[in-house]
């Protein structure tokens, strides 16, 4: 053991590319506790004890890296050199030379991760900042190093080993290390990591379960520390006990396993191990004699077709009698099938899916593509080396048709991804079909071949040129995946800026039922003809380079590959406008500069918005025409003001005009010196015309997302505002130190004077749209008609209302009832139709607790309106008498499911309160708590409302999903109190707050609580003084006995 052990470390210590990789190592270390920025709450310090170890978990991530391309070297050293021949034959045991390989690569594994947590911890001290605490305490990093780093060397070196062992096949070997890390990937959205912030709240058993299984120990390091508050987050080191000790002593035992296993599967002889020598019978051998004929040469089209696909049928052949290709459909099986299941079911907080088609699809897309990559880097490598690998190259060369040997290659993979796309197509369909979901949407089925199987063809394309210019097997293969990470990964968008020459990566996009894939799908398919016509010309080149003489039809075909691919680019690339962070930052820090001395400047307010909005959704496109009623209701006059226009649209028009004065406004940010000033109680207007697109190219945004069907646009936010705008500061403060800025502006403190001025607006809105579609408005539809081949609506709601409008149009299917006077119409697509009727009967029971409760409901009817799956970043948004709801979230789900969370009824009785509490009637001054009295109070009424349809018992499941959620959370940042929560704190405001308002109800009686809340709207709905979050609390204490006073400024005042 001991020679073999040192004579591969001699080996590796003598090399100059070890120390070059120890070194490179080394500064990606410092590259990391340097730069990166993975922050796992706020209020925990970059360099805390806790994030230390959560930085170097992570890190100890590259050990799969690390050891798989040190495991392709070194375990099959032997047999690269043909030296497995002799092997047998040196005076040394089985044991000790397996013994003695494990312990190398072990130790050349943990020395590289020693490097790179050495660098890490060099990074960490050299960073300055806020986020930074003083001193520095090895343990902090020696500690992971050994729990993590050490114990996940041994786990993947012993895969790694046991896979070399049993298969014998370098490749295998190296596909394992990789899909082990996109596995491994996968299976971190079952351990509530804070980072997966897509992620949804699990169950506390599946945490219990992923703590026990998660090789690598990041899934129990989480559930370990998930009770610790920030102090302790920062102060104290996640103790080796409990699940992390479990986790840690079971991947220890996996390991020894493995070695084990991979002991007796390894075959120290030439032959298997435990073959039997069969008795080789003497062949009898008869010889025939022919005469002699000639055969006549064929160079025909026809011969080189043949020959094509003979070669295709010789790569086939050979994969189909390997188990590589196999294994790499039961992986991709198996992968897709945990995504698809984890699409479908949301886990303890949302309910089950539907099994459409367009979740199936994308959910295949998102995934294929990544592990197809890996699989092509491997199968081109193959196929393309395996008959040199044989030495049958020299002779295969000298024939007449090798020419379509590469052709031949092509088909082959060709052939390799689309088996692999119909099995994924086929699990998909079965999936849909299992949850007895019968519609088959063939588009977006047919969308997997053109955002995922052609790219990876096109790769297969590129790469099979790398390895026919490559002089080794095995620098064709780090080259091939240097080439597929760089060029078809999702780090491509790092390595490659400009949006045309990513054709290799997949679609991450949306599918909706609206509109299905949009205009992603046309645009994608321009910029895979463009590659591809990059990839014929590079083809074609290289044979003209190789012959060293000039073929016009070659030639020719490359001027067309060149016009073709030239076009094909323009298309894709028309609306493209370059991002530019560091432009973007500069203008922030320039806006700060310049206008912030104007945030305590009085302004005019804005008190009437008509505007007429034009929905071109087929052009992906609208424009706006505004008209605004600006009044001066402070006490002095204003000389100038300050005009904000969004940068997202094209400004055509903006006039200010006051009396006989009318200026023209020429940039979206204009301080407007006024020739004289606007007195208290003038009134002025501001007129403008304004104008939005978006490109494929650029992306969507997704809360202005119009589409050809299904559109939504949260169109106020784009509409130009009046004063400074504190949200368009730079926030990070590293970034404004280095504009010299200060300290941004933070949000008002719950004690500070009040402001006395109400910003509602009287609100016109007229829509147009397509003949085929409608458009919902944020009010009451007061007129609708049909002109020039376009549907109008006009909309207001007959009340003054916050500035905060939207849009949506879609060709729907409505669905309307008349209750107590109020008409409640649902406007969904027309194949979501299943919970139309709960929606329509929930609604009601919401108005009814609701007006009976707190008081009457301000409008005349309410509509319910569904959008496309491109929006996303919330479950339902509500404004004044409409509510929006995305379809991929909770309206279009299986509520009678095996878990049946109504979340319907959730959907009702939280959105349809925001028209009682925050959108309508009361708008909260901008300061501490504000959230409270929107968020926290719709909260209380879902929780109310679903106590009084399901009961008690049903309504406390539903809590301890919250409290669930809030625990979760809660280490992540700083405790505050509920009456002075902020909106980034979203598990206080809502989980929380349903929490302390539920104990409130318990405590004093819901009647009580619902008799406060009716209080304090009274007092505070407009045109009242604007509330605060002590005014509710204050309403609260009001109606209870005082004997619950303390407790009740315990559960709002104390964090």
Same mark, same amino acid.
């Given at each position: 053991?001991?020679?073999?052990?040192?004579?591969?470390?001699?080996?590796?210590?003598?090399?100059?590319?070890?120390?070059?990789?120890?070194?490179?190592?080394?500064?990606?270390?410092?590259?990391?506790?340097?730069?990166?920025?993975?922050?796992?709450?706020?209020?925990?310090?970059?360099?805390?004890?806790?994030?230390?170890?959560?930085?170097?978990?992570?890190?100890?991530?590259?050990?799969?890296?690390?050891?798989?391309?040190?495991?392709?070297?070194?375990?099959?050293?032997?047999?690269?050199?043909?030296?497995?021949?002799?092997?047998?034959?040196?005076?040394?045991?089985?044991?000790?030379?397996?013994?003695?390989?494990?312990?190398?690569?072990?130790?050349?594994?943990?020395?590289?991760?020693?490097?790179?947590?050495?660098?890490?911890?060099?990074?960490?001290?050299?960073?300055?900042?806020?986020?930074?605490?003083?001193?520095?305490?090895?343990?902090?990093?020696?500690?992971?190093?050994?729990?993590?780093?050490?114990?996940?060397?041994?786990?993947?070196?012993?895969?790694?080993?046991?896979?070399?062992?049993?298969?014998?096949?370098?490749?295998?070997?190296?596909?394992?290390?990789?899909?082990?890390?996109?596995?491994?990937?996968?299976?971190?959205?079952?351990?509530?990591?804070?980072?997966?912030?897509?992620?949804?709240?699990?169950?506390?058993?599946?945490?219990?379960?992923?703590?026990?299984?998660?090789?690598?120990?990041?899934?129990?390091?989480?559930?370990?520390?998930?009770?610790?508050?920030?102090?302790?987050?920062?102060?104290?080191?996640?103790?080796?006990?409990?699940?992390?000790?479990?986790?840690?002593?079971?991947?220890?035992?996996?390991?020894?396993?493995?070695?084990?296993?991979?002991?007796?599967?390894?075959?120290?002889?030439?032959?298997?191990?435990?073959?039997?020598?069969?008795?080789?019978?003497?062949?009898?051998?008869?010889?025939?004699?022919?005469?002699?004929?000639?055969?006549?040469?064929?160079?025909?089209?026809?011969?080189?077709?043949?020959?094509?696909?003979?070669?295709?049928?010789?790569?086939?052949?050979?994969?189909?009698?390997?188990?590589?290709?196999?294994?790499?459909?039961?992986?991709?099986?198996?992968?897709?099938?945990?995504?698809?299941?984890?699409?479908?079911?949301?886990?303890?907080?949302?309910?089950?899916?539907?099994?459409?088609?367009?979740?199936?699809?994308?959910?295949?897309?998102?995934?294929?593509?990544?592990?197809?990559?890996?699989?092509?880097?491997?199968?081109?490598?193959?196929?393309?080396?395996?008959?040199?690998?044989?030495?049958?190259?020299?002779?295969?060369?000298?024939?007449?048709?090798?020419?379509?040997?590469?052709?031949?290659?092509? =088909?082959?993979?060709?052939?390799? &991804?689309? @088996?692999?796309? !119909? %099995?994924? +197509? $086929?699990?998909?369909?079965?999936? /849909? #079909?299992?949850?007895?979901?019968?519609?088959?949407?063939?588009?977006?089925?047919?969308?997997?071949?053109?955002?995922?199987?052609?790219?990876?063809?096109?790769?297969?394309?590129?790469?099979?040129?790398?390895?026919?210019?490559?002089?080794?097997?095995?620098?064709?293969?780090?080259?091939?995946?240097?080439?597929?990470?760089?060029?078809?990964?999702?780090?491509?968008?790092?390595?490659?800026?400009?949006?045309?020459?990513?054709?290799?990566?997949?679609?991450?996009?949306?599918?909706?039922?609206?509109?299905?894939?949009?205009?992603?799908?046309? =645009?994608?398919?321009?910029?895979? &003809?463009? @590659?591809?016509? !990059? %990839?014929? +010309? $590079?083809?074609?080149?290289?044979? /003209? #380079?190789?012959?060293?003489?000039?073929?016009?039809?070659?030639?020719?075909?490359?001027?067309?590959?060149?016009?073709?691919?030239?076009?094909?680019?323009?298309?894709?690339?028309?609306?493209?406008?370059?991002?530019?962070?560091?432009?973007?930052?500069?203008?922030?820090?320039?806006?700060?500069?310049?206008?912030?001395?104007?945030?305590?400047?009085?302004?005019?307010?804005?008190?009437?918005?008509?505007?007429?909005?034009?929905?071109?959704?087929?052009?992906?496109?609208?424009?706006?025409?505004?008209?605004?009623?600006?009044?001066?209701?402070?006490?002095?006059?204003?000389?100038?003001?300050?005009?904000?226009?969004?940068?997202?649209? $094209?400004?055509?028009?903006?006039?200010?005009?006051?009396?006989?004065?009318?200026?023209?406004?020429?940039?979206?940010?204009?301080?407007?010196?006024?020739?004289?000033?606007?007195?208290?109680?003038?009134?002025?207007?501001?007129?403008?015309?304004?104008?939005?697109?978006?490109?494929?190219?650029?992306?969507?945004?997704?809360?202005?997302?119009?589409?050809?069907?299904?559109?939504?646009?949260?169109?106020?936010?784009?509409?130009?505002?009046?004063?400074?705008?504190?949200?368009?500061?730079?926030?990070?403060?590293?970034?404004?130190?280095?504009?010299?800025?200060?300290?941004?502006?933070?949000?008002?403190?719950?004690?500070?004077?009040?402001?006395?001025?109400?910003?509602?607006?009287?609100?016109?809105?007229?829509?147009?749209?397509?003949?085929?579609?409608?458009?919902?408005?944020?009010?009451?539809?007061?007129?609708?008609?049909?002109?020039?081949?376009?549907?109008?609506?006009?909309?207001?709601?007959?009340?003054?209302?916050?500035?905060?409008?939207?849009?949506?149009?879609?060709?729907?299917?409505?669905?309307?009832?008349?209750?107590?006077?109020?008409?409640?119409?649902?406007?969904?697509?027309?194949?979501?139709?299943?919970?139309?009727?709960?929606?329509?009967?929930?609604?009601?029971?919401?108005?009814?607790?609701?007006?009976?409760?707190?008081?009457?409901?301000?409008?005349?009817?309410?509509?319910?309106?569904?959008?496309?799956?491109?929006?996303?970043?919330?479950?339902?948004?509500?404004?004044?008498?409409?509510?929006?709801?995305?379809?991929?979230?909770?309206?279009?789900?299986?509520?009678?499911?095996?878990?049946?969370?109504?979340?319907?009824?959730?959907?009702?009785?939280?959105?349809?309160?925001?028209?009682?509490?925050?959108?309508?009637?009361?708008?909260?001054?901008?300061?501490?708590?504000?959230?409270?009295?929107?968020?926290?109070?719709?909260?209380?009424?879902?929780?109310?409302?679903?106590?009084?349809?399901?009961?008690?018992?049903?309504?406390?499941?539903?809590?301890?999903?919250?409290?669930?959620?809030?625990?979760?959370?809660?280490?992540?940042?700083?405790?505050?109190?509920?009456?002075?929560?902020?909106?980034?704190?979203?598990?206080?405001?809502?989980?929380?707050?349903?929490?302390?308002?539920?104990?409130?109800?318990?405590?004093?009686?819901?009647?009580?609580?619902?008799?406060?809340?009716?209080?304090?709207?009274?007092?505070?709905?407009?045109?009242?003084?604007?509330?605060?979050?002590?005014?509710?609390?204050?309403?609260?204490?009001?109606?209870?006995?005082?004997?619950?006073?303390?407790?009740?400024?315990?559960?709002?005042?104390?964090?």
């Amino acid at each position: 053991m001991r020679p073999i052990f040192l004579f591969d470390l001699r080996r590796y210590a003598r090399s100059p590319w070890t120390s070059l990789a120890l070194a490179g190592l080394t500064a990606a270390g410092v590259f990391a506790g340097n730069q990166f920025n993975m922050d796992t709450g706020s209020g925990i310090y970059l360099n805390s004890p806790y994030q230390a170890g959560f930085m170097l978990g992570m890190l100890s991530l590259a050990v799969i890296f690390i050891g798989t391309v040190t495991g392709a070297q070194l375990l099959f050293k032997e047999r690269d050199t043909r030296f497995d021949m002799l092997l047998f034959s040196c005076p040394v045991t089985k044991q000790q030379f397996v013994t003695g390989r494990l312990l190398a690569l072990l130790c050349i594994t943990i020395a590289s991760f020693l490097c790179i947590s050495l660098g890490f911890t060099i990074g960490m001290q050299i960073r300055v900042g806020i986020a930074i605490q003083a001193g520095f305490r090895p343990l902090h990093y020696l500690y992971p190093f050994l729990v993590f780093g050490c114990v996940n060397s041994l786990f993947v070196c012993s895969l790694l080993c046991w896979v070399a062992w049993r298969s014998e096949h370098k490749l295998v070997m190296t596909l394992s290390g990789l899909l082990l890390y996109v596995l491994y990937m996968v299976a971190l959205l079952f351990s509530n990591a804070p980072f997966m912030a897509h992620g949804l709240p699990q169950s506390i058993l599946a945490q219990r379960i992923s703590a026990l299984t998660d090789p690598f120990g990041l899934s129990a390091y989480f559930y370990t520390s998930s009770d610790y508050s920030i102090t302790q987050r920062n102060t104290f080191l996640v103790p080796l006990s409990g699940y992390f000790l479990a986790n840690r002593l079971i991947v220890v035992v996996l390991s020894l396993s493995l070695i084990g296993s991979g002991f007796r599967g390894f075959s120290f002889s030439p032959g298997r191990a435990g073959s039997r020598r069969r008795r080789v019978k003497p062949e009898v051998i008869t010889t025939t004699i022919h005469p002699l004929f000639f055969i006549k040469p064929d160079f025909s089209i026809r011969s080189h077709i043949r020959s094509i696909i003979s070669f295709c049928r010789v790569d086939l052949s050979y994969l189909f009698k390997g188990i590589a290709f196999y294994a790499g459909a039961i992986i991709l099986l198996f992968t897709c099938g945990m995504e698809l299941y984890a699409a479908i079911e949301k886990g303890i907080r949302l309910p089950q899916q539907y099994a459409r088609s367009g979740l199936m699809a994308v959910t295949i897309s998102e995934h294929f593509h990544l592990i197809g990559l890996l699989l092509v880097v491997y199968f081109v490598n193959d196929l393309s080396w395996k008959s040199r690998a044989s030495r049958f190259s020299m002779i295969e060369d000298t024939t007449v048709l090798v020419t379509g040997k590469q052709l031949g290659h092509w =088909a082959s993979y060709a052939a390799i &991804l689309l @088996g692999y796309t !119909l %099995l994924l +197509i $086929l699990l998909g369909i079965i999936f /849909q #079909l299992s949850y007895h979901y019968t519609y088959i949407d063939w588009e977006a089925y047919a969308g997997i071949f053109i955002c995922c199987t052609l790219p990876l063809w096109l790769l297969s394309v590129l790469l099979s040129g790398i390895n026919q210019l490559a002089p080794r097997s095995y620098i064709a293969l780090v080259l091939s995946l240097v080439t597929a990470v760089t060029t078809a990964s999702p780090l491509s968008r790092k390595c490659i800026s400009y949006p045309l020459f990513r054709f290799l990566s997949g679609y991450s996009g949306p599918y909706s039922d609206f509109s299905g894939y949009g205009p992603y799908l046309p =645009a994608f398919a321009l910029r895979l &003809l463009s @590659g591809a016509c !990059l %990839l014929g +010309i $590079l083809w074609l080149t290289g044979r /003209q #380079l190789v012959r060293r003489r000039p073929d016009l039809p070659a030639i020719a075909a490359i001027v067309l590959l060149a016009i073709a691919g030239i076009y094909a680019g323009k298309q894709f690339m028309l609306g493209y406008e370059p991002t530019d962070e560091t432009a973007q930052l500069q203008a922030a820090a320039r806006y700060e500069q310049l206008y912030r001395q104007y945030q305590d400047i009085p302004q005019p307010l804005i008190t009437a918005v008509k505007t007429r909005i034009d929905l071109f959704p087929c052009r992906t496109a609208y424009t706006i025409n505004g008209h605004y009623t600006l009044k001066n209701l402070s006490g002095s006059g204003i000389p100038a003001i300050l005009f904000n226009f969004s940068d997202e649209l $094209l400004m055509h028009q903006a006039l200010y005009i006051a009396g006989k004065d009318t200026i023209n406004i020429q940039q979206r940010t204009s301080l407007v010196r006024l020739p004289r000033p606007l007195q208290p109680g003038d009134s002025a207007s501001l007129l403008f015309t304004l104008s939005y697109s978006w490109s494929p190219a650029n992306g969507h945004q997704s809360f202005n997302a119009i589409t050809g069907n299904g559109s939504f646009m949260r169109i106020s936010r784009y509409y130009p505002q009046i004063g400074y705008m504190a949200e368009r500061e730079i926030t990070d403060i590293r970034q404004r130190a280095t504009f010299a800025l200060g300290q941004p502006t933070g949000i008002r403190k719950l004690e500070a004077p009040r402001s006395e001025v109400q910003d509602f607006i009287d609100l016109d809105m007229t829509i147009s749209t397509d003949a085929s579609q409608t458009a919902i408005g944020t009010g009451l539809l007061v007129h609708q008609w049909t002109a020039g081949n376009r549907n109008y609506f006009h909309y207001r709601p007959g009340t003054p209302v916050p500035f905060r409008f939207a849009v949506s149009s879609a060709a729907y299917k409505q669905r309307c009832v008349k209750y107590k006077g109020i008409t409640i119409t649902v406007y969904y697509h027309p194949l979501h139709a299943e919970n139309v009727d709960r929606l329509l009967y929930a609604a009601q029971q919401t108005l009814d607790y609701c007006c009976k409760n707190f008081g009457p409901y301000p409008f005349t009817s309410i509509s319910f309106a569904e959008i496309s799956a491109f929006t996303r970043g919330f479950a339902a948004t509500a404004y004044p008498a409409v509510i929006f709801m995305p379809e991929q979230m909770i309206f279009h789900t299986n509520i009678l499911a095996d878990q049946q969370q109504d979340v319907i009824n959730e959907l009702a009785g939280h959105e349809l309160s925001h028209l009682w509490w925050g959108n309508s009637q009361i708008d909260p001054d901008d300061r501490e708590g504000a959230v409270m009295l929107t968020e926290t109070l719709a909260m209380y009424t879902e929780m109310m409302l679903y106590k009084k349809m399901y009961g008690t018992k049903k309504m406390q499941q539903r809590l301890d999903v919250q409290q669930q959620i809030y625990e979760a959370a809660k280490g992540f940042s700083e405790p505050q109190a509920l009456c002075k929560v902020t909106g980034d704190n979203t598990h206080i405001s809502y989980a929380k707050g349903a929490m302390v308002m539920v104990a409130l109800s318990r405590l004093i009686g819901e009647d009580k609580v619902n008799q406060a809340l009716s209080l304090f709207l009274d007092r505070h709905k407009f045109p009242a003084r604007k509330p605060v979050s002590t005014d509710l609390v204050r309403a609260i204490l009001d109606v209870s006995d005082t004997q619950y006073h303390t407790e009740i400024r315990r559960l709002f005042m104390e964090p």
